[in-house]
């Protein structure tokens, strides 16, 4: 559905206003999954995106139903855009989201919202100070397989919980791609260690820590290509993860617990119609449960939304992702960084 048909079927509607939104810069993200959720979504209304390149802005201008604008500048100054979407490549995150917060717009950021804690820190600052929401893109965590499993685990469904293990691991990307570059923030640990990372933080809670952790960097980039890091709560139980962008694709995770084991596959990046196996296993045996299929940018897209228009400053509770999160998170990037050498 174009922005377009989508406005239409407002019309009259009983939605309330909805978000007015710009896009900075035209990623394969936004082109892939994000805008073909926001265009589809009542709450918002895209209305412009803007481009270094003056053709790409037209492209998907064109496809999404919106303006092209060009720079990025020239969007934060139009005061028919609310919020703004901002998927550049991390080394630029700070500078937009910064920029954009400054001009009084709300921002849903790509992940990882900065390269370091300090940052993300002064960022969440700078919006509570504004009464902006801030959001961070961490989209898995509002697939409802997940919460089906702690509905398991709380259930009794493996005993007690032990241990977890989660890998987000993704084959070689071309030499150019914003992941090898240095400069833009590329690597492993801030492109696919923040997945695993933050499912442990889902499963465990607060009160992680890092206790050890490897990185490895490749010689000619100079950027990491993989990793993995163990993690403790403070009663002990222990998460493992595993990252990298030069293996074989693996996206899952396991809770081990005192009687069972819970399992899932493609956890992260699950594509909107597929229907999420749920695997338990304890000494009776394994039992998999089919559920329904879900689009968990179209979750994200709708709970930023909501957040903007309750005008909390913060996404709605029980979204998976709330503002509160963002820093704690990035400490524990920062702590694998640190010990990974
Ligand atoms: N949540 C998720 O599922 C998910 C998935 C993939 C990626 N991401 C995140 O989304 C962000 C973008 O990832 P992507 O794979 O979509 O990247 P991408 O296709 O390379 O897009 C990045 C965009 O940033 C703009 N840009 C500005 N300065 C740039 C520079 N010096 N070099 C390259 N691009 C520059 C470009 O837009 P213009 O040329 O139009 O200005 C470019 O299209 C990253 O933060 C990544 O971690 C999130």
């Known amino acids: 559905m174009t922005q377009g048909e989508n406005n239409e079927r407002q019309v009259g509607g009983p939605s309330a206003t909805p978000v007015r939104l710009g896009v900075l810069g035209c ?69 937009w989201i910064e920029a954009a917060l400054r001009a009084g717009k709300h921002v849903l950021a790509e992940k990882p919202l900065a390269e370091d804690a300090a940052t993300a820190d002064r960022l969440v600052s700078l919006a509570r100070s504004r009464g902006l929401l801030l959001a961070e893109n961490y989209m898995f965590t509002y697939h409802t397989q997940h919460e089906a499993v ?61 206790t050890g952790a490897v990185l490895r960097y490749d010689p000619v980039t100079k950027v990491d290509t993989g990793g993995a890091a163990l993690l403790r709560t403070p009663s002990g139980v222990t998460a493992q993860i595993t990252f990298g962008i030069e293996n074989a694709y693996r996206s899952s995770y396991e809770l081990w617990g005192s009687t069972g084991r819970i399992g899932v596959d493609r956890a992260f990046t699950p594509p909107p119609d597929h229907r999420p196996v749920v695997r ?21 897209v709708r709970a930023f939304a909501r957040g903007v228009l309750d005008g909390t400053g913060d996404l709605p509770a029980g979204s998976g992702h709330g503002t509160d999160a963002i820093v704690p998170h990035a400490r524990l990037v920062d702590t694998v960084r640190r010990l990974g050498g």
């Open 150 to 210: 702690r509905r398991l685990v709380a259930g009794g469904a493996i005993g007690e919980l032990r241990a977890f293990f989660a890998a987000f691991t993704i084959p070689r990307l071309p030499p150019d791609d914003i992941r090898n570059q240095r400069q833009l923030g590329g690597g492993a640990l801030l492109d696919v260690a923040g997945y695993p990372i933050r499912a442990a933080e889902l499963f465990l809670g607060d009160g992680l820590e890092v």
């Open 280 to 300: 338990v296993e304890t000494q009776d045996g394994t039992e998999e449960s089919v559920l329904d299929a879900d689009d968990q940018f179209a979750r994200v």
């Open 27 to 95: 990623a394969s993200i936004a082109w892939r999954r994000t805008l073909p959720a926001a265009v589809a979504e009542p709450l918002l209304w895209v209305v412009a995106v803007a481009s270094r390149d003056p053709d790409k802005a037209g492209r998907f201008a064109r496809h999404f139903g919106c303006e092209a604008v060009r720079g990025y500048e020239e969007l934060l100054g139009r005061d028919d855009v609310d919020a703004v979407y901002i998927p550049l490549p991390v080394a630029l995150h700070a500078r």
